[in-house]
């Protein structure tokens, strides 16, 4: 605890800011505001009060404070100002089609059995008790499989690598997964990764396990 009370009074003192959630949209916005303050003279106070007021999910430790119920126990940061939003919401990627998928990636190491990984899906409908990953990226978004799988061909022509991974939590659940694969399949030649699948998927659909196993 007070290891945790220490890191929040270095952050005050220094005028940090996090982005809590997904970083890839918020994340440009706040750089281009940090950039155009400087360039105008602002002052660090009145940078982080802009930032503070951006957009979902930036947090200036500075403008808040820890709040502690009667008998000790942490409940939470409060405002110490009107300006400020009073809480903080999870920055997150509404439409996935938006989000920025890297393809002209630099290996430190490489060799012909790398794989690399295209997001296809973000958060999971399974909301198992046990995983927190699925909670934590909700809500459940699905990116079209046919940017997805154009995505895979960049990337293997720009690295050469021949083992693609379509990412996601419960891939399985992806309604379009079947399509992207056997698109896939047929135009790309490639080696293909499964990961986090659920096996009541290939109870189910013995076509889909089929199509697994062709495919890999």
Do not use: W
């Amino acid at each position: 605890a007070k290891r945790g009370e220490k890191q929040a009074e270095n952050g005050q003192k220094q005028g940090k800011m996090e982005d809590i959630g997904e970083g890839e949209e918020g994340l440009p916005e706040l750089l281009e505001l940090i950039e155009d303050g400087l360039r105008r003279g602002d002052t660090k106070e009145e940078i982080l009060l802009a930032a503070a007021n951006l957009r979902d999910g930036i947090f200036v430790p500075r403008f808040y404070e820890e709040k502690l119920e009667a008998d000790g126990t942490y409940a939470g940061f409060v405002p110490i100002r009107e300006d400020v939003p009073k809480i903080i919401k999870k920055d997150c990627v509404l439409d996935l089609n938006t989000a920025y998928i890297p393809d002209k990636i630099v290996f430190a190491y490489a060799n012909i059995s790398m794989s690399y990984g295209v997001e296809i899906s973000r958060g999971c409908i399974g909301k198992c008790s046990f995983c927190q990953g699925g909670f934590s990226y909700l809500p459940y978004r699905i990116r079209d499989f046919q940017l997805a799988a154009k995505k895979v061909e960049v990337i293997k022509k720009n690295t050469g690598l021949s083992t693609v991974s379509l990412t996601a939590f419960c891939q399985s659940s992806d309604p379009e997964i079947r399509r992207a694969y056997k698109y896939l399949y047929e135009n790309v030649s490639a080696a293909y990764g499964y990961l986090s699948l659920r096996i009541d998927e290939f109870v189910n659909d013995p076509e889909y396990a089929k199509l697994s196993a062709e495919t890999h």
